[in-house]
């Protein structure tokens, strides 16, 4: 007898056991294959959601970032306008100030230059030459000079100070700059204005000093202090009127802005190309502005270091929180996978092992129900392995033609579900969901699985007695 023929016509002869035991494969691997394709959806989604939960955050950040950046640009044009203005006063406030460092011989006492309003002592014309020939860093402007307070023999002994000097010395490593006082040409007398006034001099006079004349080349305004009552006069003039060749007693600068407020800067450098002199420092309102000036023009500073500082806090901050943001998210769709998957695997489970029970069930019944046809089957010569293989041929048959089935049913119902459960279009997640591997393995394991379930019930079958079961009937 064919064994063929033998199985084709045990599943015709009990079609509904056949394809009860059927829709329970069926029911089992659909509900494995769609479980997992749940998943795999969400899990899918879940990359899809967190990538758009970057870029949403990402846009908030760069927002944030970039009104950051514009308030700290603003700051930045601000602090720099400022900056300029700032420069542009103490320019003016430098050159307003004139000579305001004073460099003195080394044995000059200062008690009598206050006293007598000029030094007493001396030192060579050369040294305001060696200045300017030094790269000198920290003043500008070099006037060396010569005072002394004179009477007026002319003028009833007027009493004076005498000024002699031929205009600046040009530092020989900078661009010329715009004299602060112009030189005093020979033969010219320039006067303090409360000493033309008093003496009834104007501009273009001629006057005799000490037995020299001069033309009157102009008339200071009012200063309110010792200015008042000079006489100005080219320098080798003075020095050959008060007998002192190649000497003068003091040299004006202008201090620079890189050493505003910083006598010991300025003390230092000079000290160390002049030795033997000293320097002083002509403290004026305007000295006082421009340190204020200065002062404002660090806190500027500062304040936009510490916009910078907050900025790059408020940026990081806004990165911090994105990051959890992002996290949280990663954090809450893996807990909710956690407990989808753990409700999925118990059912599906169920599901797997109830269907197993039936194909057993059903087969037993089987074996039961047809207890004489065995008998009469084995009687005509079927033998034992024959019948044993008849019952789990079918129940394979019913495991793998319920696999196929099921997988395909699974396939579509997890999409199904997936699309539902994230309430949206699936996209690129439906192919990524689709399992070959899972496929396969439930087609191949679904016949052993029903082979498994079938194997008591069909060991039975082929064990029955045939004389016993026909002496039965």
Not at 31 to 37: D, E, F, N, P
Not at 215 to 229: L, W
Not at 334 to 353: F, P, T, Y
Request: proline share 4%.
């Amino acid at each position: 007898m064919n064994l063929g023929r033998l199985i084709l016509r045990e599943i015709a002869h009990r079609k509904l056991g056949f394809v009860l035991g059927l829709v329970s494969v069926v029911a089992a691997a659909a509900c494995l294959v769609g479980a997992v394709t749940t998943l795999k959806v969400y899990d899918h989604k879940t990359g899809d959601v967190l990538a758009a939960k970057e870029a949403e955050v990402q846009e908030r950040v760069d927002e944030t970032s970039r009104q950051v950046e514009a308030r700290v640009a603003a700051r930045r044009a601000e602090v720099k306008a400022r900056g300029e203005q700032l420069e542009d006063e103490m320019r003016k406030i430098t050159k307003g100030l004139g000579f305001n460092i004073l460099i003195l011989p080394r044995d000059q006492q200062l008690s009598a230059l206050f006293a007598d309003d000029y030094a007493s002592k001396y030192m060579p014309q050369s040294y305001a030459k060696k200045l300017a020939d030094s790269k000198i860093v920290t003043i500008n402007h070099l006037l060396p000079s010569l005072e002394q307070r004179v009477k007026w023999p002319e003028r009833n002994d007027r009493t004076m100070i005498l000024i002699g000097t031929k205009g600046e010395v040009p530092l020989s490593h900078r661009d010329p700059k715009k004299p602060l006082l112009d030189p005093v040409p020979a033969g010219s007398i320039i006067l303090g204005n409360e000493l033309a006034r008093t003496e009834g001099l104007k501009t273009d006079d001629t006057v005799e000093l000490m037995g020299r004349s001069f033309k009157v080349s102009q008339v200071y305004e009012p200063r309110g202090d010792k200015r008042d009552i000079t006489a100005w006069i080219n320098l080798d003039e003075a020095q050959a009127m008060l007998d002192k060749p190649g000497q003068i007693n003091a040299i004006w600068a202008l201090e620079c802005k890189c050493a505003f407020a910083d006598l010991p800067k300025v003390r230092g450098e000079i000290e160390s190309i002049l030795p033997d002199t000293q320097v002083i420092e002509k403290g004026t309102i305007a000295l006082a502005r421009a340190e204020a000036r200065q002062q404002a023009e660090v806190v500027a500073k500062d304040s936009l270091a510490q916009a910078e500082r907050e900025a790059a806090v408020e940026i990081q901050a806004a990165k911090d929180d994105a990051t959890a943001a992002v996290q949280a998210e990663a954090v809450g769709r893996a807990e909710l996978r956690r407990q989808r998957a753990s409700l999925i695997g118990v059912i599906a489970g169920l599901v797997v092992v109830a269907a197993a029970v039936w194909v057993g069930l059903l087969t037993l019944g089987n074996v039961r129900q047809r207890r004489n046809e065995i008998g009469l089957l084995r009687a005509l010569g079927l033998r034992a392995s024959q019948v044993f293989a008849v019952f789990l041929a079918k129940a394979a048959a019913m495991g793998l033609i319920g696999a196929v089935g099921g997988v395909a049913l699974g396939v579509g119902v997890g999409l199904w579900g997936g699309s539902v459960l994230e309430d949206g279009e699936l996209g690129g997640a439906a192919g990524g969901a689709i399992d070959p591997v899972l496929i396969m393995a439930t087609i191949v394991a679904a016949p052993f699985v029903a082979i498994a379930a079938g194997w008591v019930p069909a060991m039975a079958a082929a064990k029955q007695d045939p004389a016993v079961v026909l002496r039965e009937e």
